[in-house]
Nanobody, 128 residues
Framework: EVQLQASGGGLVQAGGSLRLSCAASGFTVVYDEYAIAWFRQAPGKEREGVACISSSDGTTHYGDAVKGRVTISIDKPEDTVYLQMNNLRVEDTAVYYC???????????????????WGQGTQVTVSS
């Protein structure tokens, strides 16, 4: 069974930084390779893709709203994915979720239904 544990959220002032972590367990037993994504959801809004990464070749994709301000990385021995977020804005306030899928395909990865496992969310609040 794949389990994802997200952490690292908190309260930060606009312009500040946060690093979120997503610890995956059960993956390397079930899949030889996998993909991890970060989504976020603000109150009253749809879940939005932030970033995703493939464990096999390190391919990354970023959502337009965060491109240039966030970096996703993977520590394969630890099966942990990090999301470094810099120059945070008030509009980045949301619950951030990590999700996993067996592979990172060329299309469809911004659809929440693409991802087969989800962790609990971690709240990120950016104050002005």
């Amino acid at each position: 069974e794949v389990q994802l544990q997200a952490s690292g959220g908190g309260l930060v002032q606009a312009g500040g930084s946060l690093r979120l972590s997503c610890a995956a367990s059960g993956f390397t037993v079930v899949y030889d390779e996998y993909a991890i994504a970060w989504f976020r959801q603000a109150p009253g809004k749809e879940r939005e893709g932030v970033a995703c990464i493939s464990s096999s070749d390190g391919t990354t994709h970023y959502g337009d709203a965060v491109k240039g301000r966030v970096t996703i990385s993977i520590d394969k021995p630890e099966d942990t994915v990090y999301l470094q977020m810099n120059n945070l804005r008030v509009e980045d306030t949301a619950v951030y979720y990590c999700a996993a899928a067996p592979i990172l395909s060329r299309t469809g990865f911004w659809q929440p239904d693409y991802w087969t496992s989800w962790g609990q969310g971690t709240q990120v609040t950016v104050s002005s």
